[in-house]
């Protein structure tokens, strides 16, 4: 195979509430003090490996842990809006059963159709996938045969590896992704993209 290109793409730590099923999208919801530690226990794991570069959402979930990992490996994290959650609308912060019992249509509405169905004031996976994936693309180009690090979220995680697996989007939850959950993907410059580690 041609020059590749290493990914480490990272989930957040856990956050605030979460204990029950929620949608955060573009809230700013804090990290626990068990998150804090999940990210510090991340470090271990790029012993030996030579970090190029590091990206990360620019909600305080993602930039606390990519500055916390990126002094650790000496790189300073850009941060880029465009890898932010999937925006949820008018269900940010609201719990799955409070959801399901104040939209119950709506609900059943997006479980039916995952991929194009809208929260109102939100977006589809698909306007995701388009935000998401054009960045992804971008880093890879510009860090040609080098590694590096990217924080995000769940949701954006799932829809980059989904992409790398040449998976559809309608199965988005097909893919587990805990916080701070550690993926390998290797990206080639003939366009093949192999997946190292999901979840790890």
């Known amino acids: 195979m041609t020059e590749r290109t290493r990914i480490y793409l990272i989930r957040h730590g856990e956050v605030e509430g979460a204990e029950t099923r929620r949608y955060n999208g573009h809230a700013d919801v804090g990290l626990t003090p068990f998150g804090m530690a999940q990210y510090e226990g991340l470090k271990e794991r790029f012993d030996g490996v030579a970090i190029s570069a590091c990206y990360c959402s620019d909600l305080s979930r993602c930039v606390i842990g990519a500055e916390m990992l990126g002094a650790h490996l000496g790189v300073t994290p850009v ?16 719990t799955w059963t409070e959801l399901m019992e104040k939209y ?21 996976l698909q306007d995701l996938n388009d ?8 880093i890879v180009q510009r860090h040609s045969g080098e590694n590096v690090l990217v924080v995000a979220h769940g949701g954006v995680n799932r829809v980059v590896l989904l992409n790398a697996l040449g998976a559809p989007l309608a199965s988005l939850f097909s893919i587990e992704q805990n916080y701070c959950g550690f993926n390998i993907i290797d990206y080639y410059a003939d366009g093949t993209a192999v997946v190292k580690l999901v979840n790890g």
């Open 104 to 124: 119950p249509v709506e609900w059943q509405a997006r479980l039916d159709d995952i991929v194009n169905y809208r929260v109102p004031r939100g977006e589809s």
């Open 79 to 94: 941060r880029n809006r465009d890898l932010r959650e999937l925006n949820i609308g008018i269900w940010e912060r609201m």
């Open 131 to 138: 935000r998401v994936m054009p960045v992804i693309r971008e």
